[in-house]
């Protein structure tokens, strides 16, 4: 299953259809971009972010635009805004599991776990 990912918004109770999500490598201070989407109206990407044979132990970091999809839905956020991109790094020991990412957003907070 590689790696995937899925976001709800709390705030309205439903996928975060539209939000923006980049993917990238990271060692260290550096970070590679390896893809960026658009979230489905599932709160998906379409497929995996990186199949089982693309993924490799290391670390990663998942950068969701929070601000950018709240502020697309009309909600009044206050400037500068409380979250504005959601930053998740992450690692990854075993490559042969699936690695799911799920992150639960609205304007104010968020939380996260491995998910299956």
């Not at 590679?32 to 709160?43: E, R, T, Y």
């Not at 009044?76 to 990854?92: I, M, R, T, W, Y």
Request: a negative charge.
């Amino acid at each position: 299953m590689g790696l995937s990912t899925h976001v709800l918004d709390t705030m309205n109770g439903c996928p975060a259809a539209g939000m923006s999500v980049a993917l990238y490598a990271t060692q260290g201070e550096q970070a590679q971009l390896i893809k960026s989407l658009v979230l489905n109206a599932d709160g998906r990407s379409e497929g995996p972010l990186l199949e089982t044979s693309q993924l490799q132990q290391g670390t990663y970091r998942l950068v969701f635009g929070v601000k950018e999809y709240f502020a697309a839905l009309g909600v009044a956020l206050p400037q500068p805004n409380f979250l504005d991109k959601v930053s998740l790094d992450f690692g990854v020991a075993d490559p042969a599991q699936h690695y799911h990412v799920p992150l639960l957003v609205s304007p104010w907070s968020y939380s996260t776990y491995r998910g299956s």
